[in-house]
Structure formats: structure tokens, C-alpha cells
């Protein structure tokens, strides 16, 4: 799927999980420098080409195995365990964070304590474009035109429902940035990241993205570093108001979901070849880059930052 919809690789992942056995296709880590990665390696309790489990229950007890087998061996537990979804083979890829010196915890902000809340029916609405982005995939419909700054899927229905966002955003714009700066209710502060990324483009627009690529919400992340990344796509000279520096750093976060969306908006920056970025690239986020250039296929944007 195009850009790695968060909320939608669940969605996926759990159609698929439920309705047929899975396996490991491949194990990356990230996060090793310094690390034995092969002691690790043998200790892990899996292997690739194993069976991975469709029960939730069984998918904690897996991954609890898997964080025993990394302690055991390295004597110190790792920072991340993330299964994202699968190929169209329902092949998975499982990636294991390290406490290398090639990782470090990211400093994200502090979570809002406010009662700020978006409209039902927009709440509503981003779970019909949820539920209809599974329905247009299941049926090879996944297409996506980014050429207006935002997300359009090429499916009817589904495109019809995000222009309704972005008619949304444009409408409650001021709404919007209140619950992603200060809501309580992260699942409120995604749905407010998502549809900022529809509403009037604009260095206030961006900043606030910026802000919410460092939410104490893993999902209210990816969705505003996502939308920027969209955004610069199609209007690659707004990338002068986003701070390259901020991202680079999140390349040796120690969560994967971290690496994996600032690649995406850095994949994007660096189509300028502005020889400034990539020396920075290379001075500061090397051992992360070599890591990730070697995860599997669709994940390995760390390719084109070199």
C-alpha cells in the first residue's frame, strides 16, 4: 500500500491474520552497531520461514518469546518488536531494535492534558475511509494520486470520503490544530493529524505537523510525518519550513515505526539533491542509514537517502 497507512496496515494485517496462517519471511534488526547480532540470531526461538501466530494472545506470548531470547543473549532487552504487515504472499518481516550506539530514545512531547475533541462525524468519517481503503485493497484497488499535497485514492468511494476531510479542514481548521496540540485523546489527536494534512497548505500547517512527528502517540506520528511527506511530494519547495535536522534524528530512534516514516518524508526531501541535506545525512545518521538500506523490500527507503 502506498506510503504505509498506519492505521490501515492493521486493519490489513488483521483481515488477513484471521483468515489464513502467516509466516516469517524475513528478520532485520536495526539499532546493532556494536551488538553480536549472530548470538541473537541463534538464540531467536524463530527463524525465517516460521509460522507466525493469528490469535492475538499468541501473538504476545511470540513476541514475549522473542524479547527473552534477545535478553538472554545480549543481557540486555530490546527496544522494539514490530511484525508490520505482509507482502501479497502473506509473507511478514520482523524487525528487532537494539541498544546499540547506532540507537537512542527519542524525546517526544509531553502528552496534552486538554478536552479538546473533534466532531463525531468526522471521527466517524475517518473510520468509513478506514474500512473503505481495506474494501478497495481486498479488491486491487489501492492507487493513490498525491499530486494536490494530500492523499486521494484512486477508489470512487474512498476518494469521495476524503475530499469530504478535506472540505472538513478547510471549514474547522482551527478546531483541527486545537485537538492535535492539545487533546487528551489520542486517538482524536491522530484524526486531527490525518485531516491537517487536507487542510490550507502553509508554514502554520507544517509547524504543527512538525510538532505532532513527536507525539508521546506512535500513531499520531506516523499520520503527521506521513502528511508531510505527501505534502512535499507534490510541492517539494514547502520542504525550506520543515527542520531536516529533527528527522535525520529520528533515523537512530530505537522504534521502528520512528525509522520506517522519517526515511519516507527524508526519501522526499532528498529529491532536490540539495547537497547540504545529504552531507548532514551522512554526517549524522550513517550506521542507522547502512542499517535500514538493508530491510527487505518496501521498507528500505534508506536506498535513496545516500
Known amino acids: ?22 509466516h516469517i519471511g524475513t528478520i532485520s534488526f536495526f539499532g546493532q552497531e556494536g551488538v553480536d547480532v549472530t548470538a541473537i540470531r541463534n538464540a531467536l526461538p524463530i527463524h525465517e520461514g516460521s509460522a507466525y501466530p493469528t490469535a492475538n494472545a499468541d501473538r504476545d506470548t511470540w513476541k514475549q518469546s522473542v524479547r527473552d531470547a534477545v535478553t538472554k543473549a545480549i543481557e540486555k532487552a530490546p527496544t522494539d518488536i514490530q511484525v508490520p504487515c505482509c507482502d501479497q504472499g502473506n509473507i ?50 489501492g492507487g493513490e494520486d498525491d499530486s494536490a499535497g494530500y492523499a486521494l485514492f484512486n477508489d470512487p468511494a474512498v476518494r469521495n470520503m476524503q475530499l469530504q476531510v478535506h472540505d472538513f479542514a478547510l471549514k474547522k481548521e482551527k478546531l483541527i490544530y486545537k485537538v492535535l496540540a492539545a487533546s487528551s485523546d489520542p486517538e482524536h489527536r491522530s484524526d486531527a493529524a490525518d485531516a491537517l494534512g487536507y487542510a490550507r497548505q502553509s508554514k502554520r500547517q507544517i509547524e504543527a505537523l512538525v510538532r505532532a512527528s513527536f507525539d508521546s502517540d506512535v500513531d499520531v506520528r506516523n499520520l503527521a510525518i506521513r502528511a508531510l511527506g505527501v505534502l512535499l511530494r507534490a510541492k517539494p519547495q514547502l520542504g525550506r519550513y520543515v527542520p531536516a535536522g529533527r528527522f535525520i534524528s529520528l533515523l537512530s530512534s530505537d522504534r521502528w515505526e520512528d525509522r520506517n516514516k522519517a526515511s519516507f518524508l527524508l526519501m522526499t ?38
Open 92 to 141: 511478514l518481516s520482523l524487525y528487532i531494535g537494539l541498544p546499540g550506539k547506532s540507537s537512542h530514545p527519542v524525546a517526544y512531547n509531553p502528552s496534552p492534558t486538554g478536552s479538546a475533541r473533534l466532531s463525531a462525524a468526522l471521527v466517524k468519517l475517518d473510520k468509513d475511509i478506514d474500512e473503505g481503503l481495506l474494501k478497495a485493497l481486498q479488491e486491487g484497488r
Open 269 to 306: 526531501m532528498t529529491s532536490t539533491r540539495d547537497a547540504q541535506l545529504h552531507g548532514k545525512l551522512r554526517a549524522e545518521a550513517m550506521p542507522a542509514l547502512i542499517e535500514m538500506s538493508q530491510f527487505p523490500f518496501g521498507h528500505a527507503y534508506a536506498n535513496t537517502l545516500f
Open 1 to 22: 500500500m502506498s506510503g504505509n497507512f498506519v492505521v490501515l496496515e492493521i486493519l490489513l494485517f488483521t483481515m488477513v491474520a484471521s483468515a489464513q496462517e502467516m
